[in-house]
């Protein structure tokens, strides 16, 4: 399998797959098929799982890491926002979602994820017509630092903006290395690597629409499931948390639980370590 180090992988497959005799799993985040198969490891024949990415690149690696599942296991190059269909066609007993961005995501596929390798300006994780590049370069003024402030949380977004557009009134901005080094002259020096990771997160969670798709498959995902079902969702910062605990809290027939990584994971896969587990089970 590819060198991705799934996070939280055995609280979450103790999760979806304890008291788990039939049925199917959704694994709406497939990646490389890490969690997924660990739930197909630990669980019996008559159940089975469907992986959906909205990366066709990621859908050809999983199906070559978990071939030894064929009959068990089906994939769909989807939004996982259309997931309602599949409670239509299957007896879905298990959500599971990794949310964020993978490490196979940064070192394979070169879209311009990470502001630590020089890539064009792209951020799709699946078809779309909004790229980082369109964004960074044909965005007016006051829609970009409102993209840096709501969705990267940055103290900063109007001056990173204003040098954003005085650059790209130069030449366009084409690479991540020209946006990260227009980032790095508008933020203190100990400020950088923060400020550089939430600009990038608020361009990538707008091109892929990350919250809506969000909010939209989870909220189908309790209305549709059983009781006694399970989501499991792994999140990575505020924004999804907030998602994954506004339409839980105010719902009687869930109880949700949270955990964090050991210390002994977050040091062993740094990227462990903003995420949480959050554990919902259906009553």
């Given at each position: 399998m590819?060198?991705h180090i799934?996070?939280?992988?055995?609280?979450?497959k103790e999760?979806?797959c304890?008291?788990l005799?039939?049925g199917t799993?959704?694994?709406?985040?497939?990646?490389?098929?890490?969690?997924s198969?660990?739930?197909?490891e630990?669980?019996n024949d008559?159940?089975n799982?469907?992986?959906?990415?909205r990366?066709?690149?990621?859908?050809e690696i999983?199906k070559?890491?978990?071939?030894?599942?064929?009959g068990?296991?089906?994939?769909m190059?989807?939004?996982?926002?259309?997931?309602?269909?599949l409670?239509?066609?299957?007896?879905?007993?298990?959500?599971f979602?990794?949310?964020g961005i993978?490490?196979?995501?940064?070192?394979?596929f070169?879209?311009?994820f990470?502001y630590?390798?020089?890539?064009?300006?792209?951020?799709?994780?699946?078809?779309?017509?909004?790229?980082?590049?369109?964004i960074?370069n044909e965005?007016p003024?006051?829609?970009?630092v409102?993209i840096?402030?709501?969705?990267g949380q940055?103290?900063f977004?109007?001056r990173i903006?204003?040098n954003i557009?005085?650059?790209?009134g130069?030449?366009?901005?084409e690479t991540t290395?020209e946006?990260?080094?227009i980032v790095r002259?508008?933020?203190?020096?100990?400020?950088?690597?923060?400020?550089?990771?939430?600009i990038f997160?608020a361009?990538?969670?707008?091109v892929?629409?990350?919250l809506?798709?969000l909010?939209?498959?989870?909220r189908?995902?309790?209305?549709?499931?059983p009781?006694?079902g399970?989501i499991?969702?792994?999140?990575?910062?505020?924004?999804e948390?907030n998602?994954?605990r506004?339409l839980?809290?105010?719902m009687g027939?869930?109880?949700v639980?949270k955990?964090?990584?050991s210390?002994?994971e977050i040091?062993?896969?740094r990227?462990?370590?903003?995420?949480?587990?959050?554990?919902?089970e259906v009553?």
């Amino acid at each position: 399998m590819l060198e991705h180090i799934p996070v939280l992988l055995n609280e979450s497959k103790e999760f979806i797959c304890s008291d788990l005799l039939e049925g199917t799993i959704v694994d709406c985040t497939c990646g490389a098929g890490g969690h997924s198969k660990a739930f197909l490891e630990n669980s019996n024949d008559n159940v089975n799982v469907i992986c959906i990415d909205r990366d066709r690149d990621a859908i050809e690696i999983a199906k070559k890491n978990l071939s030894e599942y064929i009959g068990r296991i089906e994939f769909m190059n989807t939004r996982f926002s259309e997931i309602e269909k599949l409670f239509d066609e299957k007896s879905v007993k298990r959500v599971f979602y990794d949310l964020g961005i993978s490490t196979m995501q940064i070192d394979l596929f070169e879209k311009g994820f990470t502001y630590k390798r020089e890539q064009n300006l792209d951020m799709r994780m699946g078809e779309s017509d909004i790229t980082a590049y369109k964004i960074v370069n044909e965005y007016p003024l006051d829609e970009l630092v409102k993209i840096f402030r709501v969705y990267g949380q940055e103290r900063f977004s109007k001056r990173i903006a204003e040098n954003i557009v005085n650059e790209r009134g130069i030449k366009p901005i084409e690479t991540t290395t020209e946006l990260a080094l227009i980032v790095r002259k508008s933020v203190p020096r100990s400020m950088e690597l923060k400020s550089l990771s939430r600009i990038f997160q608020a361009i990538r969670i707008v091109v892929n629409d990350e919250l809506t798709e969000l909010e939209n498959s989870l909220r189908i995902s309790l209305d549709r499931l059983p009781a006694g079902g399970r989501i499991a969702v792994i999140t990575y910062h505020s924004l999804e948390r907030n998602i994954v605990r506004g339409l839980t809290m105010t719902m009687g027939n869930v109880k949700v639980r949270k955990k964090n990584p050991s210390r002994d994971e977050i040091k062993n896969n740094r990227r462990a370590r903003s995420a949480k587990l959050y554990k919902i089970e259906v009553l």
